[in-house]
């Protein structure tokens, strides 16, 4: 495993992908890559456009000379919207251009935004029967697919374990967002268990945490019930980080460590960097930790 950020993180904090990098110590970022299939500038304020394969070679070619590591693609996907060939297009656009790229992972979005009345059946089916179509269309890939539970569909484990279990790929699976189930609703100890049955299953990472008052910890609380207020840095948050990442790595994972934090809002710009340095700084100490225990072959 290592460690990675998300791009929206970095230039307006740090005025760059490539600065907020360096000053995070990191190498490795998730982009997020656009309708117009471009992602963010690694060192400048406009888009690296992606639309073909020799622009793909391009932005490749500047990554290494950057030394920058895209390790992930974000879409922002609809599986409920009305142009469903587009959406179709934009996914299978994207995966093509990580597999140009060397990027091994691509995060899908659960939420299906649209008028229909569907039910959960409805929904898995549909949801399954757009991913056999991307598969089919990149069956020459080695590129993963993380669904994340993201959203108020995404969060419930029957729907990821009934889109998977339809799907039925090695190569799709779920992109784990360590706080969302929190935020969803579930008890600690419930969060606990939802990550342990999907980390053998985890394609990538989006590694949050949230600091409730101690009394909503372990009870069901209504979805997003206060997050603005209790999103935190890693370090701070309910969700053990070392729990988490020796969970993962007894799981088999080897892919990264995604930044998201959450909480960047409520401070200024100086306090964001600092955040954002000991997020990375907390990883790289556990993930150390973790190989030096490994190699001693002593338990955690």
Sequence with gaps: MYVSVRDCHLPGVFGSVKAGLAAMGLDAVELAYNRDKSVTSLDGSANELLATEAAVDA?????????IKPSCLLLANNFGADDIEGELDYVISAVKAAGRLGIK?????????????????????FFAECMAKVLDATSNLDVHMGVENHGTLGNQPDFLDTILNKINSPRVGVTIDTANFYWYGYPLSKVREIITHFAPKAKHTHVKNINFPPEKREIQR???????????????????????????AD????????????????YDIEKQKAILRDDADYLKEILANLKRTQSSGCSV
Excluded at 105 to 125: G, Q
């Design 59 to 67: 932005f490749a070619y500047k990554c290494d000379g950057l030394k």
């Design 105 to 125: 992972a691509v995060r899908i979005d659960a939420i299906m935004h649209d008028n229909r009345e569907w039910d959960l059946a409805k929904r898995t089916e």
């Design 222 to 248: 209504e979805i997003g019930w206060e997050y603005g207020k209790y999103a935190s840095p890693l370090r701070e948050g309910d969700i053990d980080m070392k729990w988490l990442v020796k969970t993962l």
């Design 251 to 266: 799981a088999g994972y080897k892919g990264d460590l995604c930044i998201e934090n959450e909480s960047l809002g409520r």
